[in-house]
């Protein structure tokens, strides 16, 4: 449990992060939170050279509302988030995910930017990010580019993220009226990762769903929509029948992963469960 020799360095701005990222290279690793990072370090499945500590830099900090966007500073913690106003009033589904997520020190640590690097397949904000049909800005050496959620989780564990990219904030679409978004998760009873965790929005116009985004995360490798349950519930009134109808159509298409906290089919019922009760929360939301 002891890591590997590692040199550490403090960035206070994205700017210096990119400088060290360059002159460090392929052996440098970002820290934020470091509450997914170290414990790799220490069973070194992850042996980086140079940490280059992110958690000062305050152009990662900020919280603003932009039209119908939310954006959230890739650097802000758990803590911030699930206790900002402004989410609670815009995209409280984020606010509720986070406030979900560990315990109290982890929260206090872990941030949003770490999480969707680290793309962990039990997070929780993956699924709620893949639902919302959220983007994230990056910075590098080269430049800026936006990566939408639909794009950025590629496998197990990794990201469209490029190694001397920095995830600086985290949009989000303000959920307005006739939108609903929720998330549920069947939870480790320790650690609080996700063994299920669903996430839904819809949007609805005369009494029917007009849209739909469903999102998986903890059953497999990495977080997935599940786009079955998303087409079955357009232009239906997201009732129980509609729901649980849409909902049992989820999970059917993507790989599962077994272990000693549940098996695969344990998995596979518990996905259709979770869908159910995010699909009929996002609804009821969404009726307001
Ligand atoms: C006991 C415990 C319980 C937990 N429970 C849960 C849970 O219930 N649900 C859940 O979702 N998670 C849980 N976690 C994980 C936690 O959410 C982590 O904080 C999170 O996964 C990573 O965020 P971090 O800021 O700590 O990232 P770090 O560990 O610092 O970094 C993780 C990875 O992201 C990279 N990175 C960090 N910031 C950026 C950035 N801005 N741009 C690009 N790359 C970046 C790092 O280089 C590293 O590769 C738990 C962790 C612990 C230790």
Redesign the pocket.
Known sequence: MIPAAFQYVKANSVAEALVLLQQHGEDA???????????AMKLRL?QPTVLID?AAAND?KGIAVNGNTLSIG??E??HAIASSAAVKRTCAIVADCVG????I??RN???I???L??A?P?????AVFLALGGSVS?ASASGTRQIAADDMFVAMLTTA?DSG????TVHVPVIGAGQGASYAKL??PA????IVGVAAMVSMSGGKITSARVAVTGAGPQAVRQTATEQALIGTDGGDAASKAAASKAGDDMDYLGDIHASEEYRRAMVKVYAARAISAAVAQARG
């Open positions: 690793k970002l820290v934020a939170g470091g509450h997914s990072l170290l414990p992850s992110i990662l890739a650097g913690t758990y979900q997520i560990g315990d020190q982890v640590a872990g941030t930017g770490g999480a690097a680290h962990d039990a997070a929780d904000l993956t990056v993220l990219e920095i995830i600086t939870k480790h650690s609080r990762y996700a």
